[in-house]
């Protein structure tokens, strides 16, 4: 079964970047063969999704972001690493949550945001963007 380790998580001000890293086990399917999502839930509120990209195998648009980091986080994958990034610029405080990361070996990412995608789920990584 796929266990997704997350990691780079960490306090920045206003403005600055961090690189998130999601993470396949080693004993699985290669994570280029999953859909991989980017959530967030900041105290109080649900979770939401922040972006997705596609398996190699799925069809249509790759990568989707969601409206309020459009032009800020990049999402990308680093197959040799079995690892997916998302990569955050320009934060703000409303950015501030815990970060998990899910992957799926069948749903495409058109659905990235419905309850019953994520055939495996990471633990988490603490992201704050505080002055």
């Known amino acids: 079964q796929l266990q997704l380790v997350e990691s780079g998580g960490d306090s920045v001000q206003p403005g600055g970047s961090l690189r998130l890293s999601c993470t396949g086990s080693?004993?699985?399917?290669?994570?280029?063969?999953?859909?991989v999502g980017w959530f967030r839930q900041a105290p109080g509120k649900e979770r939401e999704g922040v972006s997705c990209?596609?398996?190699?195998?799925?069809?249509?648009?790759?990568?989707k972001y969601e409206d309020s980091v459009k032009g800020r986080f990049t999402i990308s994958r680093d197959n040799a690493k079995n690892t997916v990034y998302l990569e955050m610029n320009s934060l703000e405080p409303e950015d501030t949550a815990v970060y998990s990361c899910?992957?799926?070996?069948?749903?495409?990412?058109?659905?990235?945001?419905?309850?019953?995608?994520?055939?495996?789920w990471g633990q988490g990584t603490q992201v704050t963007v505080s002055s």
């Open positions: 899910s992957a799926d070996p069948l749903i495409n990412c058109i659905w990235y945001k419905e309850d019953h995608f994520g055939a495996a």
């Open positions: 990209i596609n398996a190699k195998n799925m069809k249509g648009d790759e990568k």
């Open positions: 080693t004993h699985t399917l290669p994570l280029e063969n999953y859909a």
